[in-house]
C-alpha cells in the first residue's frame, strides 16, 4: 500500500506540470500552439479539479497558468513573426514568480491552499502552520525568478537549448527536494509545539 502511495504521489507532482511538459516539446517558432496545447491540457486538468471539489485557494497556479497560455497564445498567433517564442521559457517562469510574489503580497501564499487539502482543519489557523506556508512560497518565488533570469541570460547570449532545458530541470529538481525537506521539517516543528501545548 505505501508503494503504491508513493507511484500515485509522483503521478499527481507529474500532473501538476503536464501543461508545462506539453508547452515545451513544441518549438520555439510555434509558440502560439504550444500555448494553445499547453492551455487546453491546463484547463482539463482545472475542471476535473474543480469537480473532484477542490477549493480555488489550492489552485492559484493552475489559475495563473490558465492566464498565462491564453494571453502567449493570443499574442503568438497575432504576432506570428515576433521573437516571442525565444523567450517563452524565461517569461513563462517570470509569470510564475509574479504570481508566488503576489500572493505574498496579498498575504495569500499560494501553497497554503494546497497545503489545507493535506493536514487536519484544526491546523490552518495555527501561526506556525501560515508561517511555513509563507516560507514555502517565498522559496519557490525565489527559485521562479532566479530560473527566470537564468533562462533570459541563456536566450540574450544564444545558448543552446539543451542548456535551458537542463537549467529548468536542475532547478525544479531542486525546488522539490527542498519542498519535501521542508514539509518534513514543518511537522516536525508543529508536532513538538502541538506536545508543548499538550505539556502546559
Known amino acids: 500500500m505505501n508503494a503504491m502511495n508513493a507511484v500515485w504521489s509522483k503521478v499527481k507532482g507529474v500532473r501538476g506540470f503536464l501543461s508545462w ?4 516539446v513544441f518549438p520555439n517558432s510555434e509558440v502560439a500552439w504550444a500555448a494553445l496545447a499547453g492551455l487546453a491540457v491546463a484547463l482539463v486538468l482545472f ?3 474543480r469537480r473532484r471539489g ?4 489550492a489552485l492559484i497556479l493552475d489559475v495563473s497558468t490558465l492566464i498565462f497560455f491564453a494571453a502567449t497564445g493570443a499574442a503568438g498567433f497575432a504576432e506570428p513573426h515576433a521573437s516571442l517564442g525565444n523567450w517563452s521559457s524565461a517569461l513563462s517562469f517570470g509569470w510564475l514568480a509574479i504570481t508566488a510574489w503576489g500572493t505574498i503580497a496579498l498575504r495569500q501564499p499560494f501553497t497554503l491552499g494546497l497545503a489545507r487539502q493535506r493536514v487536519p482543519r484544526e491546523v490552518w ?3 506556525a502552520f501560515r508561517q511555513s506556508q509563507l ?6 518565488a525565489v527559485l521562479f525568478t532566479v530560473l527566470a533570469a537564468l533562462l533570459a541570460v541563456c536566450t540574450g547570449t544564444h545558448q543552446g537549448t539543451l542548456l535551458g532545458l537542463s537549467i529548468r530541470l536542475a532547478a525544479l529538481s531542486i525546488g522539490a527536494h527542498l519542498t519535501s525537506r521542508h514539509i518534513k521539517a514543518s511537522r516536525l516543528r508543529m508536532a ?3 506536545l508543548s501545548a499538550d505539556a502546559m
Open 125 to 127: 489557523g495555527r501561526p
Open 135 to 140: 516560507e514555502l512560497t517565498r522559496l519557490w
Open 47 to 49: 475542471i476535473q479539479d
Open 21 to 24: 511538459i506539453v508547452f515545451a
Open 192 to 194: 513538538a509545539v502541538a
Open 54 to 57: 477542490v477549493p480555488l485557494d
